[in-house]
């Protein structure tokens, strides 16, 4: 080989530098495209590197690779939107197949035995409270005789000396 023939092909490497660097750049970046699954953005790059270099083999491997990736994926999607769907289809198929519920009779619900357990103890201690007051009235008017004045001062006298 000449010294002109070995300047030429060193002048020639010298002026792929920049471009050879700009490749690899531009490779890099749709690999990853390529992994945050921008296909569209990666498929661009790589026929961009392709119509200047068309024999490049990274370039030619990586757009194989992604169409192989991208295939993949996406049937995987379709297969698992497929899974999902089904899911829900058969779900829907045994809600379907369940007998609705019926609408509990209000007197069946935790609230109304609630308040029906108080109401029935306030009626009850009420009517305790009132018979209690009437025998004892009855109790005194029998010791005291039908003086109503009487009576009451006396009931009243005889709790305040129980107490003491």
Same mark, same amino acid.
């Given at each position: 080989?000449? &010294? ?45 590197? %392709? ?61 109304? %035995? &609630? ?7 306030? &009626? ?25 004045? &009487? ?14």
């Amino acid at each position: 080989m000449s &010294v002109t023939e070995q300047k030429t092909i060193f002048e020639e490497m010298i002026e792929d530098v920049p471009a050879s660097r700009e490749k690899r750049k531009k490779i890099s970046k749709a690999k990853h495209c390529v992994s945050r699954e921008e296909w569209d953005e990666a498929d661009a790059i790589y026929d961009e590197i %392709l119509a200047e270099f068309p024999e490049d083999e990274a370039a030619l491997r990586g757009k194989m690779l992604l169409h192989r990736k991208r295939t993949r994926v996406e049937s995987e999607n379709l297969r698992r939107e497929e899974k999902k769907n089904a899911r829900l289809e058969k779900r829907a198929a045994r809600e379907a197949k369940r007998r609705p519920r019926k609408a509990r009779p209000i007197f069946h619900t935790k609230q109304f %035995l &609630v308040i029906a357990a108080i109401v029935f103890l306030l &009626v009850g201690a009420a009517v305790a409270m009132i018979l209690g007051i009437v025998a004892h009235r009855n109790s005194a008017n029998e010791l005291y005789g039908e003086n109503a004045a &009487v009576t009451d001062t006396c009931i009243i006298l005889n709790q305040k000396t129980d107490v003491y």
